[in-house]
């Protein structure tokens, strides 16, 4: 029963509490991973500050981080697997890692790599991040 309940969130539970369904101890990989790589993209857009419940919920906007380019990505870096700890518990393990950008835009891509906390066997997990100089955080799986 647990493994149902830990592959949504609340608020996915909530909206469509699925009823009619008959209750599985499988676990839907697929639905797990397109659960966490939607709150992993409400996390990394979220900006510190903005929640009062949670002062640390998010990141700093990354034009601030910036500023010390190219020293920064390393703060980045830091900033976005810290978040992903406190914010994801359903992945462990976390690792960010810079990727050469393919475009002329000055973006700043991102490889996050993760274990699954939510198997028994840890699978593992990647995700591609994209920085756009607007600040917005793109995650694709």
Not at 55 to 61: E, L, N, R, Y
Request: hydrophobic share 35%; net charge neutral.
């Amino acid at each position: 029963m647990w493994a149902l309940f830990q592959k949504r969130t609340l608020l996915e539970r909530l909206r469509s509490p699925e009823g009619t369904r008959a209750y599985s101890m499988q676990e839907d990989r697929g639905a797990l991973l397109r659960s966490i790589l939607h709150n992993l993209s409400r996390i990394l857009n979220a900006r510190r500050g903005q929640s009062p419940a949670l002062p640390d919920f998010g990141i700093p906007a990354p034009n601030e981080i910036a500023q010390g380019y190219p020293e920064s990505v390393t703060v980045l870096q830091k900033l976005l697997r810290q978040c992903i700890e406190k914010y994801e518990p359903r992945l462990k393990d976390v690792q960010v890692l810079q990727l050469d950008s393919d475009d002329h835009r000055l973006a700043v891509r991102f490889q996050i790599s993760a274990r699954l906390a939510t198997t028994s066997e840890g699978g593992h997990v990647s995700f591609d991040t994209l920085i756009e100089p607007s600040g917005h955080i793109e995650v694709a799986g």
